[in-house]
């Protein structure tokens, strides 16, 4: 449901993917650019969703990327991977209450970054390809 220009889905526009995924948001030329919602249907990813800013099909620019789990990630993306300032909250699993706000790249942590875990430890600091390189507690 949408624009369309030159048989390719082009501004304002909602589509439904056959394994259930939805995006709802802005289009040019047929991909989702601009700002818009996906939410996931079938597969590995089934549930979560992502709001935020598109470039040519992928989560580019600012966003909020929310796991079925309740995981989050509230930042900037470049090519469909955490990228830029970021905040990710763990609500599920081993990181369970943990949360880091800093820099990322490549979806890994990156830069100047402070992690901080459920039970109130504190690492602040330099980390490199997601292994934190400055003095632990």
């Known amino acids: 449901v949408g624009k369309w ?4 889905m082009h501004g304002q526009g909602t589509y439904t993917y056959a394994n259930g995924g939805k995006y ?7 991909l989702s650019n601009g700002q818009g919602t996906y939410f996931w249907g079938e597969g ?3 549930g979560d969703k992502y709001i935020g800013e598109w470039k040519d099909d992928r989560c580019h620019g600012q966003g909020t990327y929310i796991w079925a789990v309740g995981d989050k990630y509230i930042g ?8 830029g300032q ?3 909250t763990w ?4 990181n369970e209450g943990d ?10 942590k990156h830069g100047q970054g402070v992690y ?3 039970d109130g430890v504190i690492w602040a600091g330099k980390w490199k390809k997601g292994e934190f390189k400055g003095k632990k507690p």
């Open 116 to 118: 901080t875990w459920a």
């Open 24 to 30: 709802e948001g802005e289009w040019k030329d047929g």
């Open 86 to 88: 970021g905040t990710y």
């Open 5 to 8: 220009k030159d048989d390719k």
């Open 99 to 108: 949360e880091y706000v800093g820099g990322w790249e490549g979806n890994l």
């Open 44 to 46: 590995p990813n089934k």
């Open 76 to 83: 900037e993306w470049q090519d469909d991977m955490l990228h």
């Open 91 to 94: 609500e599920q699993g081993p």
